[in-house]
Every structure is written in C-alpha cells, then in structure tokens.
C-alpha cells in the first residue's frame, strides 16, 4: 500500500482519496477479537490499496506525553497546565512512530488535511509545540496505527464487523476515551445490547 499518510502536503485535502476517509469505524459488539473489541477507528485514509486508522478510545496504559517528550530526549519542559495528557494506542502496526490528529488551526508544512475539521500531522515540532501549550487547541497524540491491505476492509465491512459513521469534533476529542464507543453507538440510535441479542439469534 503507498504511504497515504505521506500524500498531499501544503495543507491540501485528501478527503476525495477513498469514500472512508474522514468517517469512523465503530466495532460491532459481538467483535470479540482483544485487539479491535469496541474500538472506535478514525480513518485517516482509503484508496484501492488499502486504508490506515488510528484508535482513538484505546490509550498506552502508564505512558503519558510527558514521557513520551522524555523518551524522544527533546529537552522540553511539559507545561504542567496540560494536565498529563493520555498517549492513544493508534494500532499494532509500526507502534513506535506517532501521530497528531488534531484541530485546524494549527498547520505546518508536513500537516495533511484530512477534511474541514481534522488534520493530521506527524512530526516532532508539532510535539515540542504541544508541550508548550503552542500546538492546535484539540489534539490526540497516538503511537501506531491500524492498516487494511486492498480490499481487506471492504470484507469486514460486508461482514458486519464494522459500523460507519460520521466524525464529530466531540466525539474524537472531547468525549472521555472509556465513552467514546457507546457514545458512537448511541449517535446512531444502536442499543449495543439489544443489538448483539439479535444478532445471537440471527
């Protein structure tokens, strides 16, 4: 798959890239698998060779950004008015490299714009800016992502393994990650209870 997360700099858009760019991927309940049980997945890109996400309700237990500015040896002081803020598991895939997913008003050059709401950014300044109270007002900070080969997400989505529906700057950044999944759930009018007894009978 090319790198989609590499495409269209200069702040342009890729939202016309794939039909799932921009939209999220709630689990349907009966997804038992650990990994991607009640995960809720943005996708940051979609074309014929396949589609990247990020988890956005998953956080990297006991890793906080503080240490993660530690770890990338940046020499930063983390103001203490970000309030320690979570570090999101984006998915198994390349775990050790990070993603912004954030607010438009912030932009560098390396800023990919995924629609009117959202960006995306992956690079080191944007972190130093964020640990200086100076990057985008909402943000997630992620390691790893998830990735689809061609075709492989179009299969699971004919599979019920996935509901789509639409991003919402509350429900990506202001809805608590432990709510994010019955929140997505509820947007759509989806009793999760309800639906995996009918599914069961099915």
Same mark, same amino acid.
């Given at each position: 798959m090319k790198n989609i997360m590499n495409q269209h700099r200069n702040n342009t858009s890729i939202t016309n890239e794939g039909y799932l760019t921009g939209k999220l991927l709630i689990a349907m309940p009966f997804m038992q698998e650990t990994l991607f049980?009640?995960?809720?997945? #943005?996708?940051?890109?979609h074309d014929t060779e396949g589609a990247i996400g990020l988890i956005i309700n998953k956080n990297i237990r006991n890793?906080? $950004?503080k240490d993660l500015i530690a770890q990338l @040896?940046?020499?930063?002081?983390?103001?203490e008015s970000l309030n320690h803020p979570k570090v999101y #598991?984006?998915?198994?895939?390349?775990? %050790?490299?990070? $993603?912004?997913? @954030?607010?438009p008003d912030y932009k560098i050059d390396s800023t990919v714009v995924l629609d009117k709401h959202i960006c995306i950014t992956? %690079? &080191?300044?944007?972190?130093? =800016?964020? =640990?200086?109270?100076?990057?985008?007002?909402n943000? &997630?900070?992620?390691?790893g992502y998830t990735g689809w080969t061609a075709g492989q997400l179009e299969t699971e989505?004919?599979?019920? /393994?996935?509901?789509?529906? /639409? =991003? %919402? /700057? /509350?429900l990506i950044f202001k809805t608590s990650l432990e709510e994010k999944w019955h929140h997505s759930m509820a947007a759509i009018g989806v009793d999760p209870a309800t639906l995996s007894i009918e599914i069961g009978h099915a």
């Open positions: 049980k009640k995960t809720v997945i #943005y996708i940051c890109g890793f906080l $950004f @040896h940046l020499n930063i002081e983390v103001s #598991y984006g998915g198994p895939v390349e775990i %050790t490299r990070g $993603f912004v997913l @954030h607010s992956s %690079t &080191l300044e944007i972190l130093r =800016a964020l =640990a200086k109270k100076q990057g985008p007002e943000s &997630l900070v992620c390691l989505i004919q599979d019920n /393994d996935w509901i789509i529906i /639409d =991003a %919402t /700057d /509350d």
